[in-house]
């Protein structure tokens, strides 16, 4: 078993999949520039489905990422989300993985001039 | 269904999940440097299983994305992979819009400096 991830060098084998995730790191990245998002306002900047927003949340406060808050607005109720300090530092490894992915292809066989 | 992504405007929202899931971005990566590399190799540099590395290159060949080429290297089955122009030009669309999400939040709240 251990042999599979003998000699793993590539960039791509240190991402988490749990920030990596599309919808995730969608969340994240906006988390991060924000000190709270409501949950219409991620579902609707990421195109995401009730359902879908829903399930890639819980997979982010499981890990410790995100919390949730809940209230009301006017009679609605709303969910609003905020990135955890090790939300935040696991974005920074993500951010920084895809840095040097990004910048080993373009070292690469000239792939952006193609 | 269509108000869930209306006004989808995050690069998040525009990642493919074919090319941007961990594994299958890996090893778009390393065929976009290489001419071929063959399923050991792949394997060993990702820090993936048999079973693991054969389903994800089976979306990139459903995708067409990735040839693959199977031969004998002496008295052992050996199969080579390589990317196709399209899977290139996925590639490229995905580090497009990874480059965009850094500068996003490196524009953001000061992400980089906590």
């Known amino acids: 078993m251990s ?7 590539h960039p791509a084998a240190a991402l988490d999949e749990v ?4 919808a995730r790191l969608g969340v994240l990245s906006i988390l991060a520039e924000a000190d ?19 399930r ?7 890990a410790g990422y995100v919390n949730l808050r809940k209230g009301y607005d006017g009679r ?3 969910t609003w989300a905020s990135i955890t300090p090790r939300g ?8 920084t ?12 066989d ?3 001039e193609r």
Chains 1, 2 share one sequence.
Do not use: M, P, S
Request: net charge negative; proline share 0%; no cysteine.
């Open 110 to 112: 000239g792939t952006t």
């Open 97 to 108: 993985v895809l840095r040097a992915l990004v910048a080993q292809v373009d070292a690469g």
């Open 3 to 9: 042999e599979a991830t003998d000699g793993a060098i």
């Open 88 to 95: 935040r530092q696991a974005l920074l490894a993500e951010l």
């Open 76 to 78: 609605r109720n709303r």
């Open 56 to 62: 890639h949340l819980e997979v982010l406060v499981d």
């Open 36 to 54: 709270d998002a409501d949950f219409t306002y991620l579902r609707r900047t990421l195109g995401l489905t009730d359902g879908n927003l829903g």
């Open 19 to 22: 920030v990596h995730q599309r």
